[in-house]
């Protein structure tokens, strides 16, 4: 059974020591991919070889709810402390924490395209240029590849800079960098470097707006080796994440989500930090296991509305943290439920739905009842038309089916 | 423009010479004088958008002396490299520097070790230069827990932080955005230092690099960028990659200088200049007309390409280590014995570093099986030994 698992810090409260082994555990991507399915699973899964049985299926005479993100304030999604706090939106959020580390440490800088003057192409940055100067939020020039890599040889002295990517997209253009020197430079160096930097930027499906701007890159990141991968998806995890990553000696990679920057929440007045590798529960259950992240986390809470309505009890798990995974949360589920359904927005190939399926198939098999079923996009650039775009998106209705069927 | 001080007397000094030697008294220059002596260097400077620094250099007979015994330990130090790779003792890649050890050490001569340097994967000796030991560079080599990286760097990821030297990197060109990285943080923290940043003539075609220029630009950033232009790009030739070789000129609206990369003292003033320039103007480009003799890597011959009277032309003519012992020899700093004697010194410390990274270090194998020290694992192995003994 789980030989490699070894116990990640998930119950305990963050604190400022928090070292991350630069080995993260390797239970999360060694190990041989489980291609054996049964076939009444493999249907539901969202793939590029889509039946017109499943099609009709799912065009109930129903609306189908595709635009799920929050444009209220739900209680039910609220996972903050029932103390009064402050209500605000994800980027400002993002922005609340992000000033104060800015105050907290002199070292901390953002760079970017957009981020000082422009305040920021999603205002995140709004603001902190007139706060603290021209150099501590730096306008750069369309040059991800080398702004990249300049905020990492900051990193190498002392600086903790915060890399903005406009659209994660474009961090392509610095993958050599992200690679090969923010990754890899402490190890290299036999532990003379450490890279505290921040590579942040919005990423996922939009609405509409093309395939170059609606790229997952945590799917091309994960594999590298030396970065911590995490995605935020309430204010609340938002501005704790920021904070976290930034107090992080690792490089961080913090994925947002371009739908999400406007969800209202309310978050504690009072200063908090959360854990990088700590995965949230979002709703506990005891049907089902599901696993899921950033924006598909609301559709999945809007397909559990629906199971619940249908006598289901599904275990919702945020898992924020996208490398290392948070097995321990994430055991402690399959061990009560035996059923695990992921739901991402990744590409069917090589995302992080099939990394997290390979981690637990690899350690909690034996705790399985049934074969792990993962949603996923489909393996396609993602269209302009909005109709077409929603189809290559995991919808709610689909969760509800792939929750059915699993548990028969 | 005046050679040295002494030119006058050195009429004298070449009467007394055999005298001097056969009877060992002191010389007019000792080799350890810290005297000022002012040579001039052998080519002129070619600026582009600034004014050129002048051909007189100041140094001193301890200065040359230096140098002189700093780059045989580097020459020495790459030989020895290239006979470790043929006994299968370094493997994967091995880049050789010998031919450009003026650039690094003039380098040196011309700023202090909070200044930083940053270069790419031909980086054995710039470690050396900034205070790298000969057991850590062929520890590193061949993968030794004593190497620089502690064995998992490998022969192009050598960093010494102490020094602020950031590398060592594989990747052609992509050090030069770090580089100005690095810049950028002596700028935000306001240190009156500057950073080098070394790419070759292969990198200079690489977009980062004008990215990386124009933010140093943009931003007055206290960056250096030294073009070590050895006039083959691994197997291409300058002019078949470059449309322009003049690479000093390429950063159009950033002034540049050419020098002589063989000419260690050309090197240090212009390191020096360039220093000064940066630290008020923001950056400039440095393009060191340097040669080396081994191919890109140990897996290229190196003649296939270029003729092997071209490499012996630029040994002969231009190899800067003789150019050094001449200088000394002329100047009557040191003799032919004494600087034979320096070599002969310089090949036993390589030959001592190579012998103890050799050892293999049983601390480490033994660390990384059982999970406390020796001393605890013999203890523990004593006393099950005499529980056992008493049971039967």
């Not at chain 1, 635009?67 to 402390?81: E, G, P, R």
């Not at chain 2, 690099?209 to 300058?238: K, Q, R």
Request: proline share 4%.
């Amino acid at each position: 059974m789980a030989t490699l698992f070894q116990g990640l810090p998930s119950s305990t409260a963050f604190s400022s020591s928090n070292k991350f082994n630069h080995a993260p555990a390797p239970t999360s991507f060694s190990g041989t991919w489980n291609n054996e399915r049964k076939s009444s699973i493999v249907t539901v899964r969202s793939d590029a070889r889509w039946s017109p049985v499943l099609n009709s299926a799912t065009h109930k005479p129903q609306r189908l709810i595709t635009n799920a993100v929050a444009t209220k304030a739900d209680s039910s999604l609220a996972s903050t402390s029932s103390k009064p706090g402050h209500e605000l939106l994800l980027f400002e959020a993002l922005r609340e924490g992000l000033e104060e580390e800015m105050e907290r440490d002199p070292c901390v800088c953002v760079m970017g395209e957009d981020v000082g003057h422009y305040g920021g192409s999603y205002k995140v940055t709004k603001g902190l240029a007139t706060k603290f100067g021209d150099l501590r939020v730096l306008d750069t020039p369309i040059a991800e590849n080398s702004f990249t890599g300049m905020g990492i040889g900051a990193a190498m002295t002392g600086l903790r800079p915060i890399i903005e990517g406009m659209n994660m997209g474009f961090l392509l253009l610095a993958f050599n960098q992200i690679s090969n020197n923010c990754g890899m430079l402490h190890y290299t160096s036999g532990g003379q470097f450490k890279i505290p930097a921040v590579i942040r930027g919005p990423g996922g499906v939009g609405r509409q707006l093309g395939a170059e701007h609606s790229q997952r890159l945590e799917s091309y990141f994960q594999s590298i080796p030396g970065i911590q991968m995490v995605a935020c998806s309430t204010p609340y995890n938002a501005k704790g994440l920021m904070k976290a990553a930034i107090r992080s000696e690792n490089p961080v990679i913090l994925f947002e989500h371009v739908l999400l920057y406007n969800l209202k929440d309310r978050i504690p007045d009072e200063e908090y930090v959360l854990s990088l590798e700590e995965a949230e529960m979002v709703r506990p259950g005891e049907h089902v296991t599901i696993l899921t992240y950033s924006r598909m986390r609301y559709h999945v809470m809007q397909a559990a509305k629906t199971l619940v309505n249908k006598g289901y009890d599904p275990e919702v798990i945020d898992i924020r943290s996208l490398k290392p995974f948070d097995l321990h949360t994430i055991g402690k589920s399959v061990k009560k439920t035996h059923r695990v359904l992921i739901v991402e927005e990744c590409m069917r190939t090589g995302g992080i739905g099939a990394s997290l399926t390979a981690a637990i198939t690899e350690n909690f098999n034996d705790d399985l009842d049934a074969p792990i079923v993962c949603l996923s996009s489909q393996d396609v650039p993602t269209p302009y038309a909005g109709t077409l775009e929603e189809w290559t998106v995991v919808q709610p209705a689909q969760i509800v089916t792939a929750v059915e069927q699993l548990c028969q | 423009m005046a050679l040295s001080r002494i030119a006058s007397s050195s009429h004298a000094s070449t009467l007394l010479k055999p005298l001097s030697a056969a009877l060992s008294i002191r010389r007019l220059i000792s080799s350890d004088s810290t005297v000022p002596l002012t040579i001039e260097t052998s080519l002129p400077f070619i600026s582009h958008k600034c004014d050129a620094p002048p051909r007189a250099v100041d140094t001193s007979a301890s200065e040359l002396f230096s140098f002189f015994r700093d780059m045989a330990t580097m020459r020495r130090m790459e030989i020895a490299a290239d006979s470790l790779y043929k006994a299968k003792l370094i493997r994967g890649f091995c880049h050789l520097y010998d031919g450009q050890e003026a650039v690094a050490i003039g380098m040196e001569a011309a700023i202090t070790k909070k200044d930083a340097i940053i270069t790419a994967y031909r980086d054995h000796c710039t470690f050396i230069g900034r205070g790298g030991t000969l057991l850590e560079v062929f520890g590193e080599l061949m993968g030794r827990i004593c190497g620089g990286s502690k064995g998992k760097g490998g022969s192009m990821h050598f960093y010494r932080k102490q020094t602020n030297f950031f590398g060592g990197h594989g990747i052609v060109g992509a050090q030069i955005p770090l580089g100005c990285g690095l810049a950028f943080a002596q700028r935000y923290s306001k240190e009156e230092n500057v950073t080098f940043t070394l790419y070759g003539d292969g990198a200079a075609n690489q977009g980062q690099l004008f990215e990386a220029l124009n933010m140093a630009a943009l931003w007055d950033l206290p960056a250096i960028l030294v073009c070590e232009n050895n006039h083959y790009g691994m197997g291409t030739a300058e002019w078949r990659a470059a449309k322009n070789p003049a690479y000093y000129k390429r950063g159009d609206y950033v002034p540049g200088l050419k020098v002589d990369g063989m000419d260690v003292l050309a090197v240090k003033q212009a390191c020096k200049f360039a220093k000064e320039n940066a630290l008020k103007n923001g950056p400039l480009i440095l393009e060191m007309d340097t040669y080396r003799y081994h191919g890109h890597s140990m897996s290229d011959p190196g003649s296939t390409y270029r003729t092997r009277d071209e490499i012996s032309g630029v040994r002969q003519e231009r190899d800067p280590i003789e150019r050094v012992r001449k200088l000394l020899l002329a100047h009557d700093i040191a003799s032919e014995k004494e600087l034979k004697d320096i070599e002969k010194q310089v090949r036993k410390d390589v030959d001592d570093a190579i012998a103890k990274a050799k050892v293999k270090n049983k601390k480490y194998i033994v660390q990384s099986a059982i999970p406390c020290d020796r001393r605890t694992w013999l203890t523990i192995l004593f006393f099950t030994f005499i529980f056992f003994s008493i049971r039967k």
